[in-house]
């Protein structure tokens, strides 16, 4: 595809990080191992994993299935310890899944109500936030609606909304808009373009949807398969606002998924 | 929709798309007092109907004229029955048959509750008693009766004991049940909120072990009902006439047509109850998005 593309060269700037100033959360990945399982039957889901996210960064991580990015996740979250190799992190963390894993006996409000409650927020200020979360996400008239009675792009709003009360410096988000329709999701791109806009997050977005980890990342980190290792990255230098079918963005998506089919192709030799 | 419709400004077309979803997700509400009826009748008749074929039937062995004698048809049961339904003694019976109802059936859910938490938290304990609180719910009840007849005595103690034996093992094991299956997912989205031990017991495994408590209350509830009207048979005290009072009555003077009202009210008695249950079953079910559009 197209290599020449000249506007696109990786120049290690990171344009975009400007645009959030005064973001304190980072994660710094060194070395890090994950084995699943003992002797024969071991599994080897990450190797050597070094990583760092920079305050305020976007970084989106892609890879094919089997590459950990998962339990990648999962060890920034803390749900999970490394082999080996040492994972840190500065900041809070939130953590938002590709289900929404919204909790059913709750409405919308209610779920997004004990995120704060579980920071121990009182009952005025919970009700206050709780209406300018379910704004930020637009979902104003929808608080009292329980999370069966709304729609998929709608409940992973709420789960957005949710993740954004417990007030994280670091978000990640492991695959979060992946069982929704397309253009849902290109909806949802823009939701969270501009609620980031306003906070200083970083986050770790995972997806193996290669044209959205470039429409929505400062950066895009390539991870191979079985075990996880990381074989490139690549700035992107696009302004925002974005279109995922804007021909910048397709252009470097084109290179990106050449990186991984040569990887893939490595891969079966 | 068109895709140079979705060329236009970005929160346009962002706009439009939420107010799409946003149709999805309206009711139509004008309708709702019709389905009420409609639902309400396709409920109701199956029930008359089966009545109706039991009675039916029962009838029709009466008429048959085996036992003639003793042997009573649904027209004198049911003329016996509403005869000691405008008596006091059957609604004191009642009355007092309910409340111990009540009672040990309370009891029965604070006990097995609080086992029911304790050992579905603390691992030691669930290998130590775990399986005791399988073994006692399939014990049958009346078991017990010599036991706790000789501790305590003819005595409305004696019948409790044996309810909330009876029904706490079920109402424990409904618990223990909803919290081994609550699900991972949710699991780890509340510890990343940051619910830790009580907060995230309170908050996210009691809501989430609910159907399944539910579930355990209900199975409870029968087996207390069942060790119950047992015991009352067992156990006659004397001045307080209670339904199994009343049935050993009747079968000391052979009243058969007695016996039998008495039989059916103990029968609707448990069937209201049991149908209080699943009136709460089907709130959380319906709370939850988990009734089937079938």
Same mark, same amino acid.
Request: with cysteine; net charge positive; aromatic share 6%.
């Given at each position: 595809?197209?290599?020449?593309?000249?506007?696109?060269?990786?120049?290690g700037?990171?344009?975009?990080?400007?645009?959030?100033?005064g973001a304190?959360?980072?994660?710094?990945?060194?070395?890090?191992?994950?084995?699943?399982?003992?002797?024969?039957?071991?599994?080897?889901?990450?190797?050597?994993?070094?990583?760092?996210?920079?305050?305020?960064?976007?970084?989106?991580?892609?890879?094919?299935?089997?590459?950990?990015?998962?339990?990648?996740?999962?060890?920034?979250?803390?749900l999970?310890?490394?082999?080996?190799?040492?994972?840190?992190?500065s900041?809070?963390?939130?953590?938002?899944?590709q289900?929404?894993?919204?909790?059913?006996?709750?409405?919308?409000?209610?779920?997004?109500?004990?995120?704060?409650?579980?920071?121990?927020?009182?009952?005025?200020?919970?009700?206050?936030?709780?209406?300018?979360?379910?704004?930020?996400?637009?979902?104003?008239?929808?608080?009292?609606?329980?999370?069966?009675?709304?729609?998929?792009?709608?409940?992973?709003?709420?789960?957005?909304?949710?993740?954004?009360?417990?007030?994280?410096?670091?978000?990640?988000?492991?695959?979060?808009?992946?069982?929704l329709?397309?253009?849902t999701?290109?909806?949802l791109?823009?939701?969270?373009?501009?609620?980031?806009?306003?906070?200083?997050?970083?986050?770790?977005?995972?997806?193996?949807?290669?044209?959205?980890?470039?429409?929505?990342?400062?950066?895009?980190?390539?991870?191979?398969?079985?075990?996880?290792?990381?074989?490139?990255?690549?700035?992107?230098?696009?302004?925002?606002?974005?279109?995922?079918d804007?021909?910048?963005v397709?252009?470097?998506?084109?290179?990106?998924?050449?990186?991984?089919?040569?990887?893939?192709?490595?891969?079966?030799? | 929709?068109?895709?140079?419709?979705?060329?236009?400004?970005?929160?346009?077309?962002?706009?439009?798309?939420?107010?799409?979803?946003?149709?999805?997700?309206?009711?139509?509400?004008?309708?709702?007092?019709r389905?009420?009826?409609?639902?309400?009748w396709?409920a109701?008749?199956?029930?008359?109907?089966?009545?109706?074929?039991v009675?039916?039937?029962?009838?029709?062995?009466?008429?048959?004229?085996?036992?003639?004698?003793?042997?009573?048809?649904?027209?004198?049961?049911?003329?016996?029955?509403? *005869?000691? !339904?405008? %008596? @006091? $003694?059957?609604?004191?019976?009642?009355a007092?048959?309910?409340?111990? &109802?009540? =009672?040990? #059936?309370a009891?029965?859910v604070?006990?097995?509750?609080?086992?029911?938490?304790?050992?579905?938290?603390?691992?030691?304990?669930?290998?130590?008693? *775990?399986? !005791?609180? %399988? @073994? $006692?719910?399939?014990?049958?009840?009346?078991?017990?009766?010599?036991? &706790?007849? =000789?501790? #305590?005595?003819?005595?409305?103690?004696?019948?409790?004991?044996?309810i909330?034996?009876?029904?706490?093992?079920?109402?424990?094991?409904?618990?223990?049940?909803?919290?081994?299956?609550?699900p991972?997912?949710?699991?780890?989205?509340?510890?990343?909120?940051?619910l830790?031990?009580?907060?995230?017991?309170?908050?996210?495994?009691?809501?989430?072990s609910?159907?399944?408590?539910?579930?355990?209350?209900?199975?409870?509830?029968?087996?207390?009902?069942?060790?119950?009207?047992?015991?009352?048979?067992?156990?006659?005290?004397?001045?307080?006439?209670?339904?199994?009072?009343?049935?050993?009555?009747?079968?000391?003077?052979a009243?058969?047509?007695?016996?039998?009202?008495?039989?059916?009210?103990?029968?609707?008695?448990?069937?209201?109850?049991?149908?209080?249950?699943?009136?709460?079953?089907?709130?959380?079910?319906?709370?939850?998005?988990l009734?089937?559009?079938?």
């Amino acid at each position: 595809m197209a290599r020449q593309g000249s506007s696109l060269t990786i120049t290690g700037q990171r344009s975009a990080v400007e645009r959030v100033t005064g973001a304190v959360g980072s994660v710094r990945l060194a070395s890090v191992s994950k084995v699943f399982g003992r002797g024969g039957s071991a599994v080897r889901a990450l190797d050597q994993i070094s990583l760092e996210v920079p305050p305020g960064e976007f970084t989106c991580l892609i890879g094919a299935s089997g590459c950990g990015k998962s339990t990648l996740l999962n060890l920034v979250a803390g749900l999970d310890q490394p082999t080996s190799g040492e994972v840190s992190v500065s900041g809070r963390v939130a953590l938002m899944f590709q289900e929404p894993a919204l909790f059913p006996w709750l409405t919308a409000a209610g779920n997004i109500d004990l995120a704060l409650r579980a920071r121990g927020l009182g009952r005025v200020e919970r009700r206050q936030r709780t209406a300018e979360l379910l704004d930020t996400v637009r979902l104003g008239g929808f608080g009292a609606k329980r999370p069966h009675e709304l729609s998929g792009g709608m409940r992973q709003r709420v789960a957005l909304a949710r993740a954004l009360a417990q007030d994280a410096d670091v978000l990640l988000m492991d695959e979060p808009f992946g069982a929704l329709d397309a253009m849902t999701r290109d909806l949802l791109h823009d939701e969270l373009d501009r609620v980031c806009a306003g906070r200083r997050l970083t986050i770790m977005f995972v997806t193996h949807n290669v044209r959205e980890a470039v429409r929505l990342g400062d950066r895009v980190v390539v991870l191979s398969s079985r075990p996880g290792r990381v074989i490139d990255e690549f700035a992107v230098p696009i302004e925002h606002p974005r279109r995922i079918d804007s021909a910048p963005v397709a252009e470097l998506a084109g290179r990106i998924t050449d990186r991984l089919r040569e990887e893939m192709s490595h891969g079966t030799q | 929709m068109a895709l140079n419709e979705g060329r236009g400004s970005v929160p346009a077309y962002a706009e439009k798309l939420a107010w799409l979803e946003a149709q999805e997700v309206e009711m139509p509400d004008d309708q709702r007092g019709r389905r009420l009826a409609v639902r309400a009748w396709t409920a109701l008749w199956p029930k008359v109907l089966a009545i109706a074929i039991v009675l039916a039937i029962w009838e029709l062995i009466h008429l048959s004229g085996w036992k003639k004698l003793i042997f009573p048809g649904p027209g004198g049961t049911l003329s016996d029955l509403w *005869g000691q !339904l405008r %008596t @006091g $003694l059957l609604w004191h019976a009642i009355a007092i048959t309910s409340e111990r &109802a009540v =009672i040990g #059936f309370a009891l029965a859910v604070v006990i097995g509750g609080l086992v029911g938490a304790l050992v579905s938290r603390i691992g030691p304990l669930r290998a130590a008693v *775990g399986s !005791l609180i %399988t @073994g $006692l719910q399939t014990m049958p009840s009346i078991a017990w009766f010599p036991f &706790a007849i =000789i501790l #305590f005595g003819i005595s409305t103690t004696t019948i409790l004991f044996v309810i909330v034996l009876g029904a706490a093992p079920s109402v424990a094991n409904g618990l223990i049940a909803g919290v081994d299956y609550t699900p991972p997912l949710l699991l780890r989205a509340g510890k990343m909120m940051g619910l830790r031990r009580l907060s995230l017991y309170r908050h996210l495994i009691l809501p989430a072990s609910l159907p399944a408590f539910v579930a355990g209350l209900k199975q409870g509830w029968a087996f207390a009902w069942r060790s119950l009207v047992a015991g009352e048979l067992l156990v006659a005290i004397a001045g307080q006439p209670s339904l199994g009072v009343l049935l050993s009555n009747d079968q000391d003077q052979a009243d058969m047509q007695g016996a039998t009202a008495i039989i059916i009210v103990i029968l609707i008695l448990g069937i209201i109850v049991d149908m209080l249950f699943g009136l709460g079953d089907r709130a959380i079910r319906r709370r939850w998005g988990l009734t089937g559009t079938v």
